[in-house]
C-alpha cells in the first residue's frame, strides 16, 4: 500500500467530493471523486484506441461489447442504464474486476445502491453527460482508509447503444492504479 496521498476536503477543489461512506463495512473509508480532463492510465491507450475504431453508428453492446480491441479490459467494464427518467442508472453488465471495488457481483444493483452518499450525484453526472453529449467522460476515484490510499482507479465513461440500438447507456471502464 502506498502513503498518505489522499487529500482532505478543505485540500481539494471545488469540483472535487469527499464524503465518508456510510455503513457498517465501510466505516473510516474515505473516498474523493473527481471529473478529469484527460486519462493518464497506462492502459487508456487501449480505451481511447476502442473509441477511436467505433463504427459510424456508434458502439452498441452485443455487437461491438464484447470485442477483441479490448478483451484485456472486459473485466474492467461496467455497463449502465438509464432509469427512472435519468434519475438512477441500473448495471446491466459488470465485470469480474469490479469485485475487487465492491466486494461483489453488482449487476442489476442500481448507482444509488452502490454510492448511496454525496457522490452518487457527481457519478451520475459523469455517466448522464456522457450519453447525452455522444463525448466521452473521465474521472480519478481515490479511496483511503486513514491516511492509507487503498484503491486508486480513473475512469472511462463512454456513450454506448443497447442491444435494440436505440437506447442510450454508458459503458465504463474501470482502470485500477494499483
Same mark, same amino acid.
Given at each position: 500500500?502506498?502513503? +498518505?496521498?489522499i487529500p482532505?476536503?478543505? %485540500?481539494? @477543489? *471545488? %469540483? *472535487? /467530493? !469527499?464524503?465518508?461512506i456510510?455503513?457498517k463495512n465501510?466505516?473510516? &473509508? ?5 471529473p &478529469?480532463?484527460a $486519462?493518464?492510465?497506462?492502459?487508456s491507450?487501449e480505451? @481511447?484506441a476502442?473509441w477511436? !475504431?467505433?463504427p459510424?453508428?456508434?458502439i452498441?453492446?452485443g455487437r461491438?461489447?464484447p470485442?477483441?480491441? &479490448?478483451?484485456? $479490459?472486459l473485466?474492467h467494464? &461496467?455497463?449502465?442504464e =438509464?432509469?427512472n427518467?435519468g434519475g #438512477?442508472?441500473k448495471?446491466?453488465i !459488470?465485470?469480474?474486476? /469490479? ?11 442500481t448507482? *444509488?445502491d452502490?454510492?448511496p452518499?454525496p457522490?452518487? @450525484?457527481?457519478?451520475l453526472?459523469s455517466?448522464l453527460?456522457a450519453?447525452e453529449?455522444?463525448t466521452?467522460q473521465f474521472a480519478d476515484? $481515490? $479511496?483511503?482508509k ?12 463512454l +456513450?454506448?447503444?443497447? =442491444?435494440?440500438?436505440?437506447s ?9 492504479f #494499483?
Open positions: 500500500m502506498k502513503g +498518505p496521498c482532505w476536503e478543505e %485540500d481539494m @477543489q *471545488s %469540483d *472535487s /467530493m !469527499a464524503f465518508e456510510a455503513g465501510a466505516t473510516g &473509508i474515505h473516498t474523493v471523486y473527481r &478529469i480532463d $486519462l493518464t492510465h497506462p492502459k491507450a480505451v @481511447q476502442f477511436d !475504431a467505433r459510424v453508428d456508434g452498441v453492446i461491438d461489447v470485442s477483441r480491441i &479490448i478483451a484485456s $479490459l473485466s467494464i &461496467i455497463v449502465h =438509464p432509469i427518467g #438512477n442508472l448495471v446491466r !459488470a465485470g469480474t474486476a /469490479m469485485r475487487r471495488r465492491f466486494g461483489d457481483d453488482i449487476t442489476r444493483k448507482l *444509488s452502490l454510492f452518499g457522490d452518487f @450525484q457527481d457519478r453526472k455517466v453527460t450519453i453529449t455522444g466521452p476515484c $481515490l $479511496l483511503s486513514g491516511p492509507y490510499e487503498t484503491l486508486h482507479t480513473e475512469l472511462a465513461i +456513450p454506448v447503444l443497447a =442491444p435494440d440500438r436505440v442510450k447507456w454508458g459503458l465504463t471502464f474501470a482502470l485500477f #494499483n
